[in-house]
């Protein structure tokens, strides 16, 4: 790891002005994510901020959702009560990500600015666009068994390894974040971007913002949830394929339903489309495969992902089943 300063802060505005100070500068929080980066030389920051201190973890309802701090640790947020009655779908997603001892120390905005875990971004030694822009994807046709289905580029194939922005683009979220020039919205489908000719950005946030809140429309018709992880071990495993449901049922008619998909594309993916062809439809698994057909005519693969291309479209008629039948489980 090479040498850095740090400095600790106990304010948002003193965590943008630290940064400011050097071009190579980095917040720090949970660390779960950059302090590995660091290890391996992937990224090297010359300042880390320490942002841990700033009061930005609060969990509260608002007149209109759920406002959640940046610096909430996934842990809070998944067991918290609020949470649990009115977005199970983001407490099931948190708890399918990592591992208990990851999700105490990992922060809500760090979860969503955590980077893809391709194994050709994390070994210097190979080419990369997103790491070093220009020096090629040693995925496409290589190792490329976790990689994208949806939106990819023939510049990069990488997937967002996040579970909890899953669920939190399915639920509608919208980022505050703030800078130099002020505080500003994002809405959550927008904040992650396809990889396109510049795969090195990750997302929208310029630099010298800071994410400060993630704000989530109450919405309590959406009580049937599920959240499937199709992983190669039970715990402590990346998604090769997700899918987040929050569906409302009329008798057994769909009157509303959301659907995100993970590992899938270089951001979590929203399945609009199949929301609405499955708006006003009976909630039956002819449907939901219907759906799911629709979801898949977008589908690309490599050699190594092919078998996404029919995990995939399971894992979505799973997924709505399980949140028709059950709900909550
Ligand atoms: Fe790098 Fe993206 Fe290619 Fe992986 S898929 S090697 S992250 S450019």
Known sequence: MKQFS?????????????????????????????VDLMKSGVTNPE????????????????KTGLRIGALAKNTAVAEHPLVLKHFPLLSQALNAGASPQLRNMATVG???????????????????????????????????????????SDKCIAVHPSDMCVALTALDAV?????????????FGEFHRLPGDTPEI?????????????????????????YL???DRASYAFALVSAGVALSLKG???????????????????LKEAEAYLKGKPATEEHFREAARLTMA???????????????????????KLAAANGNI
């Not at 106990?10 to 994510?33: H, P, Q, R, V, W």
């Not at 300042?47 to 608002?62: C, F, K, M, S």
């Not at 769909?254 to 995100?260: E, G, K, M, S, Y």
């Open 6 to 34: 740090y400095v600790r802060v106990t304010s948002g505005k003193a965590a943008i002005s630290e940064l400011s100070k050097d071009k190579t500068a980095m917040f720090l929080a949970g660390g779960t994510n950059l």
């Open 47 to 62: 300042r880390l901020v320490d942002i841990t201190r700033v009061p930005l973890a609060t969990i509260e309802a608002t």
């Open 229 to 231: 992880k199709v992983r």
């Open 202 to 226: 990750d997302n929208t946030l310029q630099r010298g913002e800071l994410i400060t809140a993630v704000d989530i429309p109450f919405n309590d018709a959406l009580q049937q949830t599920h």
């Open 252 to 270: 057994n008619n769909i009157a509303d339903v959301r659907i995100a998909m993970g590992g899938v594309a270089h951001k979590p993916w929203r």
């Open 110 to 152: 760090g979860n969503m600015m955590q980077r893809t875990r391709c194994h050709y971004f994390y070994d210097t030694a190979l080419p990369c666009n997103k790491r070093n822009p220009g020096s090629g994807c040693g995925a496409i046709g290589g190792f490329s068994r976790m990689h994208a289905i949806f939106g990819a």
């Open 298 to 320: 977008q589908a690309k693969a490599e050699e190594g992902n092919a078998y996404k291309l029919t995990l995939a479209p399971n894992t979505i008629v799973e997924a709505l």
């Open 175 to 187: 980022i505050t974040v703030t800078g130099a020039k002020g505080e500003r919205k994002i809405s």
